[in-house]
């Protein structure tokens, strides 16, 4: 029972920590955009609430990303439920434009925005598929590296391989 127990906690912690990576990466995303918007308009100045507001709708996207849709942009492809929990995202995140007002309820904006999130979406996918990439060859080398240093210290016991030991 106990293990049962740290091992779901573990798995919890490991999903909070994705959550809080990527609340950061989109937050990052939103704000620049929200930023730009605002300094195409001449204003040099953005709104706290707004920012907490940005904040606070990442968060509950990113636990709809990890719960509901599994994580999709971790994907190593772009299928259709990926597709979807793209869609829905993007979705839940012009509404929550349009519900708080960030862009002014301006619909070609808010039009962009959803497209730059879109964007976004397929920039993390990319580099989540590069990173797996870069991880599986290094492990790969390193998997070399080992089975040439146990085949090199193998052979270096007693005098013997562990090709002598097994005929014998």
Excluded at 92 to 118: I, P
Aim: aromatic share 14%.
């Amino acid at each position: 029972m106990k293990q049962k127990i740290v091992r779901w906690l573990k798995t919890y912690l490991l999903h909070e920590i994705e959550i809080d990576f990527k609340a950061c990466t989109y937050f990052f995303c939103v704000t620049f955009f929200y930023c730009a918007v605002e300094l195409l308009a001449h204003r040099r100045e953005v709104k706290i609430l707004t920012l907490g507001e940005i904040l606070a709708v990442n968060y509950l996207i990113c636990y709809v990303q990890t719960y509901l849709f599994h994580d999709f942009d971790e994907s190593d492809r772009f299928g259709r439920s990926e597709w979807i929990g793209i869609g829905v995202c993007t979705a839940l995140y012009v509404l929550a434009s349009l519900l708080f007002g960030w862009f002014g309820r301006s619909v070609s904006v808010t039009g962009c925005f959803g497209g730059f999130v879109v964007l976004c979406y397929i920039c993390v996918m990319l580099c989540y598929m590069v990173k797996r990439k870069l991880e599986t060859r290094q492990l790969n080398h390193m998997l070399a590296l080992y089975k040439q240093h146990e085949t090199k210290e193998g052979s270096h016991e007693c005098g013997t391989s562990h090709s002598d030991v097994r005929s014998e």
